[in-house]
């Protein structure tokens, strides 16, 4: 069973950047992908960017091509997530997500994901 930690989240005003952090515990090595999602008030959970664990291979949702860059730490079992020229409609609770297989197709179904981060808020305000 794999645990992850989600950190990085805070207040930005518009045009700024952050960057988070999700660190794996636990089962690593069943590992097969790693993605981020984000959810905010009253709109659904949706997929932001994910990356096959082993090989590195690299997927975004198209809204978020140019401005979020996922990356991955292997050594550390960490996934960052970078976002720039951040908006109000940016803001959400950002959600680390992992599954044991590599999720290619069905990648934005937050049910191919077995664990789940708690989640780190991320608000940026005009």
């Known amino acids: 069973q794999v645990q992850l930690a989600e950190s990085g989240g805070g207040l930005v005003q518009t045009g700024g950047s952050l960057s988070l952090s999700c660190e794996a515990s636990?089962?690593?090595?069943?590992?097969?992908?790693k993605a981020w999602f984000r959810q905010a008030p009253g709109k659904e959970r949706e997929f932001v960017a994910s990356?096959?664990?082993?090989?590195?291979?690299?997927f975004y949702a198209d809204a978020f091509k140019g401005r979020f860059t996922i990356s991955r730490d292997y050594a550390k079992n960490t996934v960052h997530l970078q976002m720039k020229s951040l908006t109000p409609e940016d803001t959400a609770v950002y959600y680390c997500?992992?599954?044991?297989?590599?999720?290619?197709?069905?990648?934005?179904?937050?049910?191919?994901?077995?664990?789940w981060g708690q989640g780190t808020q991320v608000t940026v305000s005009s």
């Open positions: 997500a992992a599954s044991t297989r590599t999720v290619g197709g069905t990648r934005q179904m937050p049910s191919r994901y077995s664990a």
């Open positions: 636990g089962h690593t090595s069943s590992l097969g992908t």
């Open positions: 990356v096959f664990w082993d090989n590195g291979i690299i």
